[in-house]
């Protein structure tokens, strides 16, 4: 049975979806409209009707997303001006509908949480501004236990291990997603060189809402701004400056695009090294970290005197000496890095922007 009311209200709406001409809203809702005019059916509060909106809701797989657009992330109204609350303390009903705490669901809170751009804050409102439980008495710490609660740092990216991917924000686990790409070996360290930290790449924030971190722009900000992936070398005045060759000033930077890191230190901007060596981030032969690829020639065969990842040599245009022809290893001039198999005995002497050789270590 319908009357007047009601066909108009369903007019309005089909006009509205007509004018956002929006197919994907569930619920066949338009979008969000001034507090006054009616978009829902009388039966949608009707408990006894298939249309009241509890049913309506559970029928979509208990998806109650959509209606947060007109009435407030914190459920307390927003735009229509009408609040979940009151009637759902005293109807004793769950607001947040099925799914909310299974990640697999449409309906899942994390998944609210993306949708509004990662703020979280609105939950606050009811679960207490340290989301201890508030005035509801349901606490998000019962599971997520970190510092913080759900603001700690692993939260929304990293794991418990630590905060940088994987996983990544695309939930995304392998070193071939760019979100992932080589984090783990850059903060944690690896055979041949030393942890590095989040803000060597990126800025850090202190905590999840600061200006800088979430923002309008899609992916990460990488900045390369660390001392280290801007070392200088063949500095006039150092003991080792070369005036024949130029003072290299690495401008390391990331290409969104082809997902490479350009022009830094670490990589082989530096003297007699591998200028234009650009790994790829999310690579995952592993060859990319081998001797050679910074400085030598990956090309160049494996021998017993290490050509392989010899600097660059007078032949080449460089100054490094032209040991091989000497018939040494690399560990007689630099017996604190590298063995006379050419492991690296001191990752944290390696890749360190300084040169250690002959038993000093110094500025180059
Ligand atoms: C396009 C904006 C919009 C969306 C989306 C929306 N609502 Fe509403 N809602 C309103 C407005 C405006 C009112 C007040 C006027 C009215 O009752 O139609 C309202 C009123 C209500 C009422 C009170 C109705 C009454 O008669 O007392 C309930 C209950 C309600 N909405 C539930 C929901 C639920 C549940 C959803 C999601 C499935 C939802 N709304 C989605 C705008 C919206
Ligand atoms: C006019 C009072 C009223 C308003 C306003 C209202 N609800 Fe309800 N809601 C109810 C009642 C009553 C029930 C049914 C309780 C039951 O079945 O025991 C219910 C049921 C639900 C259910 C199903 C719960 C379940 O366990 O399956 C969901 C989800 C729901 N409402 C979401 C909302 C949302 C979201 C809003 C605001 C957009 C809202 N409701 C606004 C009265 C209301
Ligand atoms: C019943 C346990 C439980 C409670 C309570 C809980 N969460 Fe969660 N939350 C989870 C699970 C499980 C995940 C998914 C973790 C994953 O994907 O590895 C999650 C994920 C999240 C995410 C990340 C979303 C994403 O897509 O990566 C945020 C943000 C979040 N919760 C916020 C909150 C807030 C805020 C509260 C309290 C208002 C809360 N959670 C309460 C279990 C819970
Ligand atoms: C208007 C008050 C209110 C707001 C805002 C609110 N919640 Fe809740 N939440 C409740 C209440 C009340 C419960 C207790 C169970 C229920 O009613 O669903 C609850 C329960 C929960 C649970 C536990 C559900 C379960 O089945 O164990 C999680 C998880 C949760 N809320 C997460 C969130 C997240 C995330 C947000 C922000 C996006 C949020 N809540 C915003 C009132 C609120
Ligand atoms: C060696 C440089 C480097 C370090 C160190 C580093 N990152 Fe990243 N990070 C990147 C690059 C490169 C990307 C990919 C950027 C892109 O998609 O264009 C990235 C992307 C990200 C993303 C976005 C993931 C996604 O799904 O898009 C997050 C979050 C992130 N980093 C967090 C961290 C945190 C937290 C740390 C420290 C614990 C850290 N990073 C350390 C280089 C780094
Ligand atoms: C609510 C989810 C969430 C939490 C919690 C969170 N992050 Fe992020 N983080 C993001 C998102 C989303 C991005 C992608 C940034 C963008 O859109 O530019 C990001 C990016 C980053 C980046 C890459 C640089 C950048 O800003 O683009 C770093 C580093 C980072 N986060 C560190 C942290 C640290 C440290 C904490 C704890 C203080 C933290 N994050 C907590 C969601 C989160
Ligand atoms: C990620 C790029 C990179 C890779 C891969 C790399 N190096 Fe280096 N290497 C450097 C940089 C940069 C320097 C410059 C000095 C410094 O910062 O420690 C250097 C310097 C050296 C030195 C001079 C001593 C010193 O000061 O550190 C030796 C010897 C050396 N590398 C051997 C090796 C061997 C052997 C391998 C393979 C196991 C290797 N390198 C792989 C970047 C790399
Ligand atoms: C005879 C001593 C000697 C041996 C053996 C030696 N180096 Fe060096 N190395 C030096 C000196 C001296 C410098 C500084 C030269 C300069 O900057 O012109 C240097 C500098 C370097 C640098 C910094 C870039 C540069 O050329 O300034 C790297 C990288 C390096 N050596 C790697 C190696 C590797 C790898 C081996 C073995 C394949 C090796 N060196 C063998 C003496 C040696």
């Not at 909310?100 to 990662?118: E, V």
């Not at 923002?215 to 070398?233: C, I, K």
Request: charged share 15%.
């Amino acid at each position: 049975m319908r009357n007047k009311n009601s066909i108009l209200a369903l007019a309005l709406v089909a006009l509205a979806l007509a004018i956002s001409g929006c197919s994907d809203l569930k619920h066949d809702l338009p979008s969000p409209v001034a507090p006054g005019v009616q978009v829902h059916r009388p039966s949608w509060v009707d408990t006894s009707s298939a249309s009241f909106h509890g049913k309506v809701i559970r029928a979509a797989n208990g998806d109650a997303q959509e209606c947060l657009k007109c009435h407030g992330l914190n459920y307390q109204g927003g735009t229509s001006g009408v609040s979940c609350v009151a009637c759902h303390q005293t109807a004793g009903a769950s607001l947040h509908g099925r799914g909310w705490i299974d990640p697999l669901a449409q309906n899942f809170h994390g998944n609210t949480i993306r949708a509004a751009t990662w703020d979280m804050r609105s939950c606050q409102t009811c679960h207490g501004p340290l989301y201890d439980g508030g005035k509801v008495g349901v606490s998000c710490r019962d599971c997520h236990r970190g510092g913080a609660g759900p603001e700690n740092c692993a939260t929304c990216h990293g794991s418990s291990n630590n905060a940088a991917p994987p996983r990544d924000l695309g939930k995304n686990t392998s070193r071939s997603a760019r979100g992932v790409g080589a984090h783990q070996i850059h903060f944690l360290g690896s055979s041949i060189a030393t942890s590095l930290l989040c803000s060597e790449c990126h800025a850090t924030p202190t905590a999840v809402y600061v200006v800088g971190h979430i923002d309008s722009t899609t992916g990460a900000e990488v900045r390369l701004s660390s001392l280290l992936a801007n070392t200088v070398t063949n500095k006039p005045g150092t003991i080792d400056y070369d005036p024949e060759l130029p003072t290299y000033t690495p401008s390391p930077s990331h290409s969104q695009a082809a997902l490479t890191c350009s022009n830094t230190y670490c990589h082989g901007y530096f003297k007699n090294g591998n200028l234009t060596f650009a790994p790829t981030w999310n690579d995952t032969t592993g060859t990319q970290g081998s001797c050679g690829t910074c400085h030598g020639n990956t090309a160049a065969p494996l021998d017993t005197l290490g050509t392989r990842y010899l600097p660059k040599t007078a032949s080449q245009g460089g100054t490094h000496p032209a040991v091989a022809g000497l018939g040494i290893r690399c560990n007689v001039c630099h017996a604190e890095v590298v063995d006379a198999n050419f492991r690296i005995i001191n990752p944290s002497k390696h890749v360190n922007g300084k040169l250690n050789v002959l038993g000093g270590e110094r500025d180059w």
